[in-house]
């Protein structure tokens, strides 16, 4: 076996160019296939451990997938605001346990801004159970603080008492900045794999002021959060409102009656199963993509058959001449067969290389644009099945061109052809 796996070795360094172009291509699709499938189940845990314990999302009229994008994953803008006097009709709700109230509009430098109130770092839960925790300092104790995320810190390089002023709409640029009412940053949040950690939040009476009273004097400024958020005059539209409901079995019930308020067009949706309708929705281009690199993977293979196919002409009297040597047809067979092991194992390994560095940069690129980690994990049962399946594949189509080597006749390979 030693002397087989020599010869098969010495013989893919002798052709290392060919060799090593059949298993960059060969490695190339491997990993295509595994980018694949980890993006994909990568892109369903990160997204759908953003929220939880939420059991419904209200907002203005549109679609549930369009809803949850723009007031969770910060995807696109919302068609029309909801009103305060809805939110505190369903804040008292007999089936709510709890609300937490998400205006957007404004930004600082690309990343959004959310005026909220005490209730987000009380109640939202991502990872199952897992809540808004504070690196340094604490949330906001009047119109004037603003808290932000990790990467908002990382980023721009902020700490607790750095002055911030925020700009009007949701652009990197904005020309319309709200200079009369800068900000201090009064807390910094844990980073949570959400894109929580590329937002900032302020109070719901200061994105008021913001908007309809920037010439307030400092006192009123510095005015009570809580007691602001009971007066109607002092809140904004909102973008839309989280409900944690008393027993998810009202949950279904509640998503109707908000869906049929006569107080204006509202859309709820339950973000589970709004989830399960996006991943239906993508599901054949993921088939798509499954099935374009399945089909990339037979070409790669191929490929490295048709490179030792061709290579028995060339290689002829190096088989006659190990058959002349006492070498039987099934050694022949065996070098054919673990060239093919060596350059497929190659490929297995340099797919996996590939792979990771591909996550790594995929994963830096969508944290970048939507703030969700997606979890680089060792491989799966299934995926080691895949490797191992693809890998037989190779020996298995390796077989031809060993076959072949097999028939070839002693005289064949010494006789010279004129």
Not at 93 to 108: E, F, K, L, R
Request: hydrophobic letters at 45%; proline letters at 3%; charged letters at 15%.
């Amino acid at each position: 076996m030693r002397t087989i796996l020599h010869l098969a070795l010495r013989s893919i360094l002798n052709r290392r160019v060919t060799s090593l172009l059949t298993v960059t291509a060969i490695a190339l699709s491997m990993s295509l296939l595994l980018l694949v499938e980890r993006l994909r189940t990568g892109a369903r845990e990160g997204f759908t451990g953003v929220i939880s314990q939420t059991d419904v999302i209200a907002g203005a009229r549109s679609g549930p997938v369009q809803l949850l994008l723009y007031s969770v994953f910060q995807i696109g803008n919302p068609s029309n605001n909801v009103s305060s006097e809805t939110w505190e009709h369903f804040r008292s709700h007999p089936a709510v346990a709890w609300t937490i109230p998400v205006a957007m509009g404004d930004s600082h430098k690309g990343f959004r801004v959310i005026a909220t109130n005490n209730d987000m770092f009380d109640h939202y839960q991502y990872q199952r159970d897992r809540g808004l925790l504070f690196r340094a300092g604490n949330r906001p104790a009047s119109d004037r603080d603003v808290v932000i995320g990790s990467r908002v810190a990382a980023e721009l390089g902020y700490g607790i008492g750095s002055k911030i002023v925020l700009a009007h709409g949701l652009a990197a640029e904005s020309f319309v900045k709200h200079e009369d009412h800068p900000f201090t940053v009064s807390g910094i949040l844990d980073a949570t794999g959400t894109p929580f950690d590329r937002s900032l939040f302020i109070t719901l009476t200061a994105m008021t002021q913001l908007h309809e009273h920037p010439h307030e004097d400092d006192e009123h400024a510095h005015e009570d959060d809580e007691h602001a958020h009971e007066d109607h005059d002092h809140l904004p539209g909102l973008t839309a409102f989280f409900i944690g409901t008393k027993a998810r079995t009202e949950a279904l019930g509640l998503q109707r009656e908000i869906q049929t308020y006569a107080g204006e067009p509202l859309t709820a949706a339950l973000p589970g199963l709004t989830l399960a309708q996006l991943w239906e929705t993508l599901a054949y281009a993921e088939g798509a993509l499954r099935a374009v690199s399945v089909l990339v993977i037979v070409v790669g293979l191929l490929s490295m058959i048709v490179a030792l196919y061709n290579s028995l002409n060339e290689r002829r009297r190096e088989m006659a001449i190990l058959r002349a040597l006492g070498a039987h047809p099934w050694m022949i067979t065996a070098i054919l067969l673990a060239e093919a092991g060596l350059l497929t194992g190659a490929s297995v390994v340099a797919s996996l290389v590939l792979t990771y560095a591909a996550m790594a940069a995929a994963t830096g690129m969508i944290v970048a644009n939507f703030g969700v980690v997606l979890p680089v994990t060792a491989l799966t049962a299934d995926e080691w099945v895949r490797l191992g399946a693809m890998f037989l594949t190779g020996l298995a189509m390796a077989c031809l061109p060993a076959w072949r080597a097999y028939t070839n006749a002693l005289v064949d390979g010494l006789t010279i052809r004129l």
